[in-house]
């Protein structure tokens, strides 16, 4: 018989695998891969899980302990100036849906893209209540930079005009893994119930099994859009404020396309584009046949204040 390797603990061969379908605060639930799902708790800070996060874990009595993280792919978070949030982990898109109604900050919306493409997560944007026609209207005009960027915008009506979205969106997600990320108010739970067969009974299941004396409401959620479960939707809580301080002044360029588009043609090779002679991009502000928005440099300046802060102060 073949000798266990030393430094190899027993218990490794005990461990079932997992995908975290959602968090609350410390502890998490876990799928299993025969769909069962159990709260599992972390062992020590190590092991601290987030949503789409493959895991190694150890059952005891009817819960488990998160034993291993696997590696990730990407982790889209957050950071303000003292905590990390961690929305979810493995992506392939995050999908931005903001709406016409209630208005949303294009400020918030840069920095969610922003958090993306440091991450090299594909970011979607999509407008939805395309029923409110006036607001609509004013939305889609304040998305026009948006809208020329590579990302373009996706127009919907998740209540109006389901199934047409349906398809559309299906198109667009299948085969992937998608955060559906946005402020409160925007429809992100509609898309979810829409593309989701039996979300509700889902989110139901899901409330149950975090009932048993902890706490009850879920942050952020994985759905299985298919049986196959090849296509599956985060929902996450709607946000306000979306910190940005593990991203580098000097980076800031580099993740808004808009701009780094015309970094390339600055003399300096470290120009801040904020006040150097020589600057490719200072003069397509508003100018040009690939023209940057005066609302998106002014939110880059603003940015680079900011981080600049944080970092040296
Ligand atoms: N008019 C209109 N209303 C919509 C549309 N889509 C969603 N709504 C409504 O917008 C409201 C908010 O939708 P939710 O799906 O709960 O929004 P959410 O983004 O999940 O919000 P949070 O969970 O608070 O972050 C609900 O009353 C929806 O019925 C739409 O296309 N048109
Ligand atoms: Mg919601
Ligand atoms: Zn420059």
């Known amino acids: 018989m073949p000798k266990q390797r030393s430094g190899v603990p027993h218990a490794t061969a005990a461990l079932h695998t997992g995908i975290v379908i959602a968090s609350h605060g410390r502890h ?30 150890q059952a005891s009595e009817d819960e488990g302990t998160i034993e291993k993280v696997d590696a990730r792919r990407n982790l889209f978070y957050r950071q303000d100036e003292i905590r990390t949030k961690s929305f979810a982990a493995n992506l392939d898109h995050v999908l931005i849906l903001v709406a016409a109604d209630p208005d949303f900050s294009e400020h918030q919306l840069t920095r969610a893209l922003i958090a993306a493409e440091a991450e090299r997560i594909a970011p979607i944007i999509a407008l939805n209540k395309s029923d409110l026609i006036e607001p609509f209207e004013r939305a889609w005009a304040k998305l026009a930079p948006y809208r020329r960027m590579h990302y373009g915008v996706l127009p919907l009506s998740l209540t109006a005009s389901g199934d047409v979205d349906r398809v559309s969106l299906l198109k ?21 119930n829409l593309l989701v067969p039996g979300a509700l009974a889902l989110t139901g299941e899901i409330s149950k099994a975090l009932a048993s004396g902890k706490h009850t409401t879920t942050s952020t959620s994985w759905y299985w859009v298919d049986k196959a479960e090849q296509t599956a939707l985060i929902d996450s809580p709607g946000f306000q404020e979306f910190g940005l301080h593990h991203i ?35 003069p397509q502000v508003e100018a040009g046949d690939r023209p940057i928005s005066a609302a998106r440099y002014k939110i880059y ?9 944080s970092r040296y102060s």
């Open 172 to 192: 667009l997600l299948s085969g992937k893994t998608t955060l559906v990320l946005g402020p409160s108010g925007a429809g992100k739970s509609t898309l979810i």
């Open 28 to 57: 998490c639930v876990v799928e299993a891969p025969d769909g069962k799902h159990v709260i599992c708790h972390p062992r020590g800070k190590k092991s601290q899980a987030v949503v789409g996060d493959r895991v190694r874990w």
């Open 248 to 282: 580098e002044p000097m980076q800031l360029a580099s993740l808004m396309p808009d701009i780094a588009e015309h970094a390339s043609n600055c003399k300096f090779y470290n120009c801040t584009h904020l006040h150097e002679p020589g600057c490719g991009v200072m």
């Open 301 to 309: 300046g603003e940015l680079f204040a900011e981080l600049s802060q």
